[in-house]
């Protein structure tokens, strides 16, 4: 929906001013739209683009070095005027005469060839070549008659980089017209778009339902089916292009540039999650992805929708596509020529890195896995009481985020363990799942807790009882490092009596499984205690006054888990 | 609303794979996040950016030479984890320290700091500095307590520019700091964003309303009004920040980068239209705007919204803000340094160009401006029915479109008369009002046909009836340019026995007005004769079949202006 306009009438005028005011350093006004605000050499071929507004970046985001010359802009999707073209043409020409590259439209045709007509009776040579990539909006055998939509931006690219070349306006017409012939896109949309001041939208979608095939300006589609999964969509267009391979081109080994393009309100994140499966498709038909475009490149105001272009490259097209741009809205060459790293480094690491552990720190892992596989268990059975107890005077999510945690801990040490881990580094592959998946401050603090178990109990040895009481202040230094202290009503109240009493009980000469049970009674007892204590100012979200009288959910649910690790280490011990 | 996805539970993580597919160049994926791809200097700083994702281009599409050496990319909206910070930040680090730079939300400041103890404890010096610009979070006095938004990008990209400059760890962190004390920003919000899969919007905003201050995850702001017009939201943006101006700093003559970003679902066009009326009041209260930015750098999701961040320069950060930057949504120095025209070729240049006309041209400019002038009364009378003639067979726009072109084009002539134009140039400034305004078909002729007119007119001299007929039929010849011919039911089926007539009679010795009284009868004949006709094939869009028995509106129109232009000549005549 559109929001933002003073008089509907004026929108798109002011909004070609803004434009230019944003982007001084490329553009300058012109009548009919925009001319580069930068010199070019005497007798190369200025490419002139154009077509109605609403579709920035498309089409005055696209002049500048390397693209463009210039760009008629139209009313909201309206023609420019033949005179506004021509205007913008006489602005941008500059001895090479003119190549006019637009969406095949039929009120673009018209003042774009009357333009023509003009600018050649002043003496101005002009050849144009209309874009016609949209596949849906007529068969193969009319592709004549096809729309342009993002591929629009394949055959201006390379046109404008040919032009850059100081190729002949001949020359820059073939290769944009081979370009247009190897360029296929093909789109859905999820919703219509509104234009300023408009009561109505312009055209519309059902609400969860996908019409494939509609246009940029709401051109009626072939179909309308429920919205699919990413996967499903990418699926979709993949096939679909893949249908109509330009004349003469192998998909398997041909070099293809695809551009996954947003019409408006469908937003990054989405796109790319699409495009994940684009790839993928691609990859398995056999085609190489040659510097992709993903973004909004022809959009359709804030109209719902996706398309995807293919763009079938030869090797002129591949380094015309490759060459530097610089327009307000797209471009390509850095000013700094980076070093790529070595492929050894690129190499995606989406865990961390852990090796394998001795084969005694190995047994430790075992016991350790199976401390995590009770933990899970125990929260699992108290997911309610915590989260109520949390609803008291939080946001009553403790129970759930513990056990994203504790499920996703569990989960990666099992795995961890069938890659030989020793104990450091299990509890280092469980810290990491833990914080990641159960999110908040507890997830911050267990994973914390976890990782500073891990760096002190280490992959070679079995540690000695000194050592796990070493390894247990470790980690609850590493909690306090948070800022909390006991007191507060937080899992430190437990914490730090379970600390004070192992480190005690192993002074004392206990066993690890006698030191961890006299522990946890401490935590449990603690736990317990944190009903008398009234939350730390700022921390209790809700219903603070509530708060007392009811006991901390991070504190017992730290004492629970203790408590089920006692039997854990009790079993090892026994055997 | 978010509808591409697969597992809502794998959103994130598929998104940032895509991200990293779609820009190999730039980045590659790390435990936790991204990093760059490239190689970067050993000893120099890593400035490590991050937060939740749904932020795009926040925050892995601001990685790359010049900005950010890697980003930690948590879940929708929720902060990475302290493992996942470290392992980006370790996989970032080369040698020259880490500065964490991010926006202070509670979530991210516990896991970043937890991540920098972990990092301090392996030997890698780490820094920090929280982006605080959004001015409603907290009140000035507890500037340190806001949140950060969209000046996230303003403290990245200078410290980035300082990193690869080889400053120090310490000269990189002074840098940032000084930059998060220089940036403001100030948001509004219009709709609210839903996460994948979520069946509930996260947050909302009532329709047509909008909440002054929201956040970009929806915290509260301070009001809620009527969404404004463009202009009243820039007003309302740009107090509140000029009312926030850094201490030490004057206003007038201070050197400010403007950004305006769009959170997701306000587009780029109503962008510029806000952003045209901020740079006017920036103008007006002194300030001096370099490179500003308008689009989307730190997005809410889909989210309708807007915020404003001024960054208030000095020497050093205007330099670094200017330095190059290639990242795979922001980037900064073409790779082409390309030379900027002249000033006096920079001009707006927002009308044609018309010089004046000599007297006698200027005398028959008038007339031709009262001709104009009662085409629009002449129109106006018959919009109506010109309305419903053209809703047998066609769209029902005709009356409206004439009237909006005839209006535009007396408006334009009149104005251009006070200039002391020629009738070649009046009729040039008509033509081009005409088409502008009008739009579609009927605008393209009647524009081709006023400019063919004056061109064949000029500017110098009273022309005789021979060169009025040569000028008729010029533009009849511009009108059959279009591709219609007599017959095809349309306004040539008028036009072409109008300019046969005229000839004919100017031939025969006629003067002007006898022979345009002939021809306009000629006209008039011919239009009401289109009632027998068939509309050509393809034209008529709807009711195809009950098109015979209705006048062309196009032609009815073209006899109706011809007719009521009898008179102003035969006026002209008489006097």
Wanted: glycine share 12%.
């Amino acid at each position: 929906m559109t929001r933002l306009f003073n008089d509907p009438a004026d929108f798109a005028d002011e909004a070609a001013d803004g434009f230019v005011l944003a982007n001084q350093r490329w553009v300058r006004r012109v009548h009919g739209g925009v001319a580069r605000a930068t010199t070019s050499p005497d007798g190369t071929v200025a490419v002139v683009i154009g077509g109605g507004s609403g579709h920035y970046p498309a089409f005055g985001g696209l002049v500048g070095h390397g693209l463009a010359a210039g760009a008629a802009m139209g009313n909201l999707f309206a023609s420019p005027s033949a005179q506004q073209v021509a205007g913008v043409a006489r602005a941008a020409e500059h001895g090479g005469g003119v190549l006019f590259s637009y969406g095949n439209y039929a009120g673009d045709c018209l003042n774009f060839d009357a333009a023509a007509r003009t600018l050649e009776s002043e003496g101005i040579p002009v050849r144009t070549i209309r874009v016609t990539d949209d596949v849906v909006s007529a068969s193969a055998d009319r592709a004549a008659e096809r729309r342009g939509i993002a591929g629009d931006l394949c055959v201006f690219k390379v046109a404008g980089a040919a032009a850059e070349e100081g190729r002949s306006l001949d020359d820059v017409t073939a290769v944009a017209a081979r370009a247009n012939d190897r360029t296929r896109s093909f789109g859905v949309a999820f919703s219509g778009c509104s234009l300023p001041g408009a009561a109505e939208p312009l055209f519309e979608v059902p609400e969860r339902r996908m019409a494939i095939g509609m246009g940029i300006h709401g051109e009626r589609g072939i179909d309308e089916t429920d919205v699919p999964t990413a996967e499903g969509l990418a699926s979709l267009l993949v096939a679909r292009l893949l249908d109509e391979v330009p004349d003469g081109v192998d998909a398997a080994g041909a070099r293809v540039v695809p551009i996954l393009n947003g019409l408006g309100s469908v937003k990054y994140e989405e796109l790319f999650v699409v495009y994940r499966s684009v790839a993928r498709l691609l990859e398995e038909a056999g085609v190489v992805v040659v510097e992709p475009e993903v973004g909004e490149l022809v959009t359709s105001f804030d109209m719902a929708g996706v398309s995807l272009t293919l763009f079938w490259l030869d090797d002129e097209l591949e380094r015309l596509w490759a060459a530097p741009a610089d327009t307000p809205a797209f471009r390509k060459g850095g000013a700094v020529v980076s070093e790529r790293l070595p492929e050894s480094e690129l190499e995606a690491s989406d865990g961390i890195d852990v090796g394998t552990g001795s084969p005694e720190s190995q047994e430790v892992a075992a016991r350790v896995a199976a401390a995590l596989a009770a933990a899970r268990r125990v929260v699992d059975e108290h997911v309610d009481e915590l989260g109520e107890m949390d609803a008291v005077a939080g946001d009553g999510d403790h129970g759930i985020g513990m056990q994203r945690g504790a499920l996703a801990a569990d989960a990666a040490a099992r795995e961890a363990l069938g890659r030989g881990v020793g104990a450091g580094g299990l509890l280092a592959v469980a810290a990491d799942a833990w914080s990641d998946k159960a999110g908040g401050t507890s997830g911050a603090i267990w994973g914390a807790a976890l990782e500073a178990l891990g760096r002190a109990v280490g992959d070679t040895s079995r540690p000695s009882s000194a050592q796990v009481a070493e390894a247990v202040h470790a980690a609850t230094s590493a909690v306090l490092a948070f800022g909390a202290v006991p007191g507060d009503k937080t899992m430190v109240d437990a914490l730090v009596p379970f600390d004070e009493a192992f480190g005690s009980a192993v002074r004392d000469g206990a066993s690890v499984a006698d030191a961890w049970r006299a522990a946890a009674s401490a935590a449990r007892a603690a736990a317990d205690a944190t009903a008398d204590l009234v939350p730390r100012k700022g921390r209790a979200k809700t219903h603070a006054d509530q708060a007392v009288g009811t006991r901390d959910p991070g504190a017992v649910s730290f004492a629970l888990i203790v408590e089920t690790v006692t039997e854990v280490i009790e079993e090892g011990a026994a055997r």
